[in-house]
T-cell receptor, first 118, second 114 residues
Framework: NAGVTQTPKFRVLKTGQSMTLLCAQDMNHEYMYWYRQDPGMGLRLIHY???????AKGEVPDGYNVSRLKKQNFLLGLESAAPSQTSVYFC?????????????????FGNGTRLTVT | AQSVAQPEDQVNVAEGNPLTVKCTYSVSGNPYLFWYVQYPNRGLQFLLK??????LVKGSYGFEAEFNKSQTSFHLKKPSALVSDSALYFCAVREGTGRRALTFGSGTRLQVQP
């Protein structure tokens, strides 16, 4: 199994350009997430999805859009890139957290996409 | 609201010595706590978790973590550090009775010297 695959691995954009990051998972996970990682700030949640056709905002959603048309794919879009969006982007997936249960599925992460906006 | 603090940006330890990476948390209910490790140019990998039960949790690669409810801490420990343990470590929390996504700390870089 490939696990969580992110494409592309690297990208350089000019301010105002748009792009889409693709995340694909082959573990039949319901939940998928997009995080950004910045030095000294850890990982911050951008958007997440609890199932096909549903998405929700995370901690830092502004400037990003997402879509989950298929269960195995979660796309992150930047409509008009800004230098503040220079970051490393990580996709993750998991089974749903179970309320009040001692079972909690860990997140499985992709290897990241390094995006630079000039 | 839920939050995590990792007070040390970097921890240096000699190979063979015990290591501790600190983490404190804040949640409104029961915490579900996790440690993840990140090697260079890779995504995060799950190390261990505390959901309920024994306060001492054992995980991958010889790591363990101790849950302390009164101090709201979940420190990561290993009795004898290896050079290969050098990596970036993240603590994460979510409130157990909800369905919120994990909140991660800012990360602690562990450097193990030969």
């Amino acid at each position: 199994n490939a696990g969580v695959t992110q494409t592309p691995k690297f990208r350089v954009l000019k301010t105002g350009q748009s792009m889409t990051l693709l995340c694909a998972q082959d573990m039949n996970h319901e939940y998928m997430y997009w995080y950004r990682q910045d030095p000294g700030m850890g990982l911050r949640l951008i958007h997440y999805s609890v199932g096909e056709g549903t998405t929700a905002k995370g901690e830092v959603p502004d400037g990003y859009n997402v879509s989950r048309l298929k269960k195995q794919n979660f796309l992150l879009g930047l409509e008009s890139a800004a230098p503040s969006q220079t970051s490393v982007y990580f996709c993750a997936s998991s089974y749903p957290p179970r309320v009040g249960s001692s079972i909690d599925s860990p997140l499985h992460f992709g290897n990241g996409t390094r995006l630079t906006v000039t | 609201a839920q939050s995590v603090a990792q007070p040390e940006d970097q921890v240096n330890v000699a190979e063979g010595n015990p290591l501790t990476v600190k983490c404190t948390y804040s949640v409104s209910g029961n915490p579900y706590l996790f440690w993840y490790v990140q090697y260079p140019n890779r995504g995060l990998q799950f190390l261990l978790k505390y959901i309920t039960g024994d306060n001492l949790v054992k995980g991958s690669y010889g790591f363990e973590a101790e849950f302390n409810k009164s101090q709201t801490s979940f420190h990561l420990k290993k009795p004898s550090a290896l050079v290969s343990d050098s990596a970036l470590y993240f603590c994460a929390v979510r409130e157990g009775t909800g369905r919120r996504a994990l909140t991660f700390g800012s990360g602690t870089r562990l450097q193990v010297q030969p």
